[in-house]
Nanobody, 114 residues
Framework: VQLVESGGGLVQAGGSLRLSCAASGSTFSILRMGWYRQAPGKQRELVAAITSGGSTNYADSVKGRFTISRDNAKNTMHLQMNSLKPEDTAVYYC?????????WGQGTQVTVSS
């Protein structure tokens, strides 16, 4: 499975960004996709995840501000990020989980200025 993220960039606090992740290759049996982020000096953390059935979960820090969505037919996933804060600054990674493998994109930088 190959994952390619897009949509990162620089935005002012309070602004919005929409991240996209396109999956290709052996995308069958992907049970869950998610977005993780890693800020400098910090561990990678789960931001949001969505199952093939549409169930979602979010980190407490982004609930009410971020929305994850998935188009199974197009093998794409999105993360709508609103009301961005400087503490959201990080490299955001797309993740896909299958029973036989765990796959990662190369990451996209999100920078929120105060």
């Amino acid at each position: 499975v190959q994952l390619v993220e897009s949509g990162g960039g620089l935005v002012q606090a309070g602004g919005s960004l929409r991240l996209s992740c396109a999956a290709s290759g052996s995308t069958f049996s992907i049970l869950r996709m998610g977005w993780y982020r890693q800020a400098p000096g910090k561990q990678r953390e789960l931001v949001a995840a969505i199952t093939s059935g549409g169930s979602t979960n979010y980190a407490d820090s982004v609930k009410g501000r971020f929305t994850i969505s998935r188009d199974n037919a197009k093998n794409t996933m999105h993360l709508q990020m609103n009301s961005l804060k400087p503490e959201d600054t990080a490299v955001y990674y797309c993740n896909a989980w299958k029973p036989l493998g765990d796959y990662w994109g190369q990451g996209t930088q999100v920078t929120v200025s105060s």
